[in-house]
């Protein structure tokens, strides 16, 4: 669907960061970011950073002084809960595959409803965890990714029913993944569905290269069984900036 409203003061244009390692520049980041129209910023909010002790959640500093540089710039965060295998796989997956054990899913939720209730209004919108369907070979599966949208759903919505879920999350072109998770009954517990279609093309082309928009639509329909079609958000997007077959250099991505 194609914007024709005014979006001046409600932009849906975003960035994504990293201030959840690293802070000392975020103030600057946040003032550059706003000054070039930017709304909203992505960044992860890694659960081992926070629970650092089994059963113990403290937000970290930098949570705390990312969200202050975020709101004195009028931007919104949009927050991932993740983690890339730190407290969560030492203290409740003895193995990949176990991630959606009873106690490790409900470490997962405690997590969930102490960022929800940290923040408040100030963070409105949640994504679970980040291109779960990145990794092969270690047990992620869809229907174990959607066991996680159901528990990060429930338990923000326990804190604030305001709140949006943000799920799917996949990178690249991923329909046999959505439709599985769907499939396992994610579709109840999102209220926006986020991809991340990467051009693995070597040279760049407008978004309609590789039938980006057709894509899109390929993905509502998928959720059309369900129910009306969740908005789909694309949540990263661009060109890989790296040393391979369809890497590009920064300056190009940039221009």
Not at 6 to 26: F, K, L, N, R, V
Request: aromatic residues 14%; negative net charge.
């Amino acid at each position: 669907r194609i914007w024709t409203r005014d979006y001046t003061q409600d932009s849906p244009i975003g960035c994504c960061d990293h201030m959840c390692y690293e802070q000392i520049y975020a103030d600057k980041k946040m003032k550059l970011a706003a000054m070039a129209g930017i709304r909203w910023v992505r960044d992860d909010s890694e659960w081992s950073l926070a629970e650092q002790r089994p059963g113990e959640i403290v937000m970290p500093d930098g949570f705390l002084y990312r969200q202050s540089a975020i709101d004195r710039h009028g931007l919104k965060l949009l927050m991932i809960l993740n983690d890339h295998d730190g407290c969560c796989k030492e203290f409740y997956w003895k193995n990949d595959p176990e991630i959606g054990n009873p106690a490790s899913l409900e470490a997962f939720a405690r997590y969930c409803r102490e960022c929800c209730r940290c923040f408040g209004d100030r963070v409105t919108h949640f994504e679970v965890w980040n291109e779960f369907n990145f990794i092969d070979g270690r047990g992620r599966t869809p229907e174990l990714y959607a066991s996680l949208v159901k528990t990060a759903y429930t338990a923000v919505k326990d804190v604030n029913p305001s709140v949006r879920i943000v799920a799917g999350v996949t990178c690249n072109f991923q329909p046999d993944w959505i439709r599985r998770m769907l499939a396992a009954g994610a579709y109840d517990y999102l209220d926006v569905l986020s991809i991340h279609p990467y051009s693995l093309h070597p040279e760049p082309t407008g978004p309609e290269y590789g039938g980006f928009l057709q894509k899109l639509e390929f993905y509502r329909d998928l959720m059309k069984p369900y129910g009306e079609p969740k908005p789909i958000w694309v949540t990263e997007f661009g060109w890989g900036t790296y040393d391979g077959s369809a890497g590009i250099d920064q300056d190009r991505a940039a221009a």
